[in-house]
């Protein structure tokens, strides 16, 4: 399989999603702005949100896939068939009673994720009732996940990368046509994520159906439990979860601290997310997805060499496009946010505010990146105890560093714990790969970031130079002309910064990988 070219693939269908994502955040923005209803409806999603990152890019598939993928080389189509569905089969029951205490218990999930809203009654209960309209898609999202895992071991990307556009449509959808209708619009984008939840289970099942996979579920959970895989996934998932999302355990106890803060601040620290999110998806979690079934074969069948060149060609990957990216960010963080986000009720303040906050997160986005990829390192071996270790040291700090920058910096401080700490997350993993002889770095990195820092420099300077020859808010009503000054600006980073590393010798060729 040649990884770059599947890599590719997943990166134009993840692009897809990210546009998509962008327009929903548009017309959320142009139609809630950041106010009380949007930061209701934040703190509403981010529990199936949180649960999206750490099933379909984290946890889940971390546990899941390595095993799938050991039964699948060496145990055969029928033994790989049982465990498929006894897999699904508990996770069905358990996503079903976690649904329901969740309905139940909304008011509880919402006091604990966002203390400060208490205060204010009506806030409180628009949050409730947005929770409650969402948590069902916790379930069906998970079970996304694990149709998703099954089609990524039989290298089937495509479905799995697209799925998530299907989300963005629905809200898209429904901000024309059922926003409109409702006497408070921001509960159209909470019906739409069920529905979009529904349509993104259902666009696996024929790919499903076509390699033989699609689940069978029991109504007997119990047997399924006997299952010694299922035992062994459940074993290691566990610390997984915690291990895979101590960012996202942080951005959580951030959003509880956000809320005792201005209003609005949830909001600024959402959208400065999304935006981070953008390259971190397109890369991070995409190349981790195209690394792990090829590292868990490598380790089934123990080829180490292999292994480890496997890491090594995925951490120049990330270095060549997020480091560039991260640059973008800080460099160009204010026509960002304008051309995303300026419309409507986000008024030039949320813009300055969001932008702040870009900027930290932008500082940490390397690491971000990074984690996503050198934990499969660890999890294609089973090996959960290390980064679970980390993951407990990195939660701390990241507590730690709240309490100096949110006196003074506010939200931004909260924006910059996450990113640092991801950062000390990325650098102990690698660390401890190299010491367990997991990863073994080839030849030519000192001249690799040599090279890289002079095209970095020379892009920064471009992106500075050309960010000040306009007054981005001051266009607000121009937006077309603003967006079209924004791609003028990005076209013109990235030919330098791809210029100059071709000028300094990096080649296409260069990073072309084929998996055995």
Same mark, same amino acid.
């Given at each position: 399989?040649?990884?770059?070219?599947?890599?590719?693939?997943?990166?134009?269908?993840?692009?897809?999603?990210?546009?998509?994502?962008?327009?929903?955040?548009?017309?959320?923005?142009?139609?809630?702005?950041?106010?009380?209803?949007?930061?209701?409806?934040?703190?509403?999603?981010?529990?199936?949100?949180?649960?999206?990152?750490?099933?379909?890019?984290?946890?889940?598939?971390?546990?899941?896939?390595?095993?799938?993928?050991?039964?699948?080389?060496?145990?055969?189509?029928?033994?790989?068939?049982?465990?498929?569905?006894?897999?699904?089969?508990?996770?069905?029951?358990?996503?079903?009673?976690?649904?329901?205490?969740?309905?139940?218990?909304?008011?509880?999930?919402?006091?604990?994720?966002?203390?400060?809203?208490?205060?204010?009654?009506?806030?409180?209960?628009?949050?409730?009732?947005?929770?409650?309209?969402?948590?069902?898609?916790?379930?069906?999202?998970?079970?996304?996940?694990?149709?998703?895992?099954?089609?990524?071991?039989?290298?089937?990307?495509?479905?799995?990368?697209?799925?998530?556009?299907?989300?963005?449509?629905?809200?898209?959808?429904?901000?024309?046509?059922?926003?409109?209708?409702?006497?408070?619009?921001?509960?159209?984008?909470?019906?739409?994520?069920?529905?979009?939840?529904?349509?993104?289970?259902?666009?696996?099942?024929?790919?499903?159906?076509?390699?033989?996979?699609?689940?069978?579920?029991?109504?007997?959970?119990?047997?399924?439990?006997?299952?010694?895989a299922v035992k062994r996934i459940l074993k290691n998932m566990g610390p997984a979860i915690f291990a895979v999302s101590a960012s996202q355990i942080s951005i959580l106890i951030n959003s509880n601290i956000a809320s005792q803060l201005a209003t609005g601040s949830v909001s600024w620290l959402y959208c400065a997310?999304?935006?981070?999110?953008?390259?971190?998806?397109?890369?991070?979690?995409?190349?981790?997805?195209?690394?792990?079934?090829?590292?868990?074969?490598?380790?089934?069948?123990?080829?180490?060499?292999?292994? @480890?060149?496997? &890491?090594?060609?995925? %951490?120049?990957?990330? #270095? =060549?496009? *997020? $480091?560039?990216?991260?640059? /973008?960010?800080?460099?160009?963080?204010?026509?960002?946010?304008?051309?995303?986000?300026?419309?409507?009720?986000?008024?030039?303040?949320?813009?300055?505010?969001?932008?702040?906050?870009?900027?930290?997160?932008?500082?940490?986005?390397?690491?971000?990146?990074?984690?996503?990829?050198?934990?499969?390192?660890?999890?294609?071996?089973?090996?959960?105890?290390?980064?679970?270790?980390?993951?407990?040291?990195?939660?701390?700090?990241?507590?730690?560093?709240?309490?100096?920058?949110?006196?003074?910096?506010?939200?931004?401080?909260?924006?910059? @714990?996450?990113? &640092?700490?991801?950062? %000390?997350?990325?650098? #102990? =993993?690698? *660390? $401890?790969?190299?010491?367990? /002889?997991?990863?073994?770095?080839?030849?030519?990195?000192?001249?690799?970031?040599?090279?890289?820092?002079?095209?970095?420099?020379?892009?920064?300077?471009?992106?500075?130079?050309?960010?000040?020859?306009?007054?981005?808010?001051?266009?607000?009503?121009?937006?077309?002309?603003?967006?079209?000054?924004?791609?003028?600006?990005?076209?013109?980073?990235?030919?330098?910064?791809?210029?100059?590393?071709?000028?300094?010798?990096?080649?296409?060729?260069?990073?072309?990988?084929?998996?055995?």
């Amino acid at each position: 399989m040649n990884l770059l070219k599947t890599l590719a693939t997943m990166s134009s269908m993840t692009m897809l999603s990210r546009i998509t994502g962008l327009i929903r955040d548009m017309l959320f923005a142009k139609l809630i702005g950041a106010s009380a209803y949007s930061d209701a409806y934040y703190i509403a999603f981010r529990i199936p949100n949180l649960l999206r990152r750490v099933f379909a890019e984290g946890a889940f598939s971390q546990a899941f896939v390595p095993i799938l993928a050991e039964y699948k080389n060496q145990q055969g189509h029928d033994a790989t068939k049982s465990l498929v569905n006894s897999v699904a089969t508990i996770l069905t029951w358990c996503l079903l009673i976690t649904s329901f205490i969740g309905v139940v218990a909304a008011p509880l999930f919402v006091y604990a994720l966002a203390s400060g809203f208490v205060s204010n009654p009506e806030k409180f209960n628009v949050t409730v009732v947005m929770t409650r309209i969402m948590f069902p898609y916790i379930g069906m999202i998970s079970l996304v996940a694990l149709a998703g895992g099954i089609l990524n071991t039989w290298h089937e990307f495509k479905i799995p990368a697209f799925s998530p556009v299907l989300l963005n449509v629905s809200s898209i959808g429904c901000a024309f046509l059922l926003a409109p209708q409702l006497a408070q619009p921001v509960y159209a984008f909470a019906i739409a994520v069920v529905i979009g939840g529904v349509l993104q289970l259902a666009i696996q099942i024929p790919a499903l159906i076509k390699i033989g996979m699609l689940p069978k579920i029991s109504l007997k959970p119990i047997a399924a439990f006997q299952d010694p895989a299922v035992k062994r996934i459940l074993k290691n998932m566990g610390p997984a979860i915690f291990a895979v999302s101590a960012s996202q355990i942080s951005i959580l106890i951030n959003s509880n601290i956000a809320s005792q803060l201005a209003t609005g601040s949830v909001s600024w620290l959402y959208c400065a997310d999304r935006l981070m999110e953008f390259p971190t998806a397109l890369l991070g979690v995409t190349l981790g997805t195209v690394l792990l079934p090829s590292l868990s074969k490598a380790n089934s069948v123990g080829d180490h060499e292999e292994y @480890s060149s496997l &890491l090594d060609w995925g %951490l120049r990957l990330t #270095f =060549l496009l *997020a $480091l560039p990216a991260a640059v /973008g960010l800080a460099t160009l963080s204010v026509p960002l946010t304008t051309v995303l986000f300026h419309y409507g009720k986000f008024d030039g303040l949320a813009v300055i505010q969001t932008s702040h906050a870009l900027v930290a997160y932008g500082i940490g986005l390397i690491g971000l990146i990074l984690v996503k990829i050198l934990a499969p390192g660890f999890y294609a071996k089973q090996n959960i105890k290390t980064p679970v270790k980390i993951a407990i040291g990195v939660l701390v700090a990241t507590q730690i560093m709240n309490s100096i920058f949110v006196p003074s910096l506010a939200h931004v401080g909260l924006a910059l @714990s996450v990113g &640092l700490g991801a950062c %000390l997350n990325a650098g #102990f =993993l690698f *660390a $401890l790969l190299k010491r367990h /002889g997991i990863y073994k770095p080839q030849p030519g990195w000192l001249f690799f970031f040599i090279k890289q820092t002079g095209a970095l420099l020379l892009m920064a300077a471009v992106a500075l130079y050309l960010n000040s020859q306009f007054d981005w808010v001051a266009l607000q009503k121009h937006y077309y002309l603003r967006a079209l000054y924004l791609t003028g600006v990005l076209s013109a980073c990235m030919f330098v910064y791809f210029v100059s590393l071709f000028a300094m010798g990096f080649r296409f060729a260069d990073f072309r990988r084929i998996s055995k």
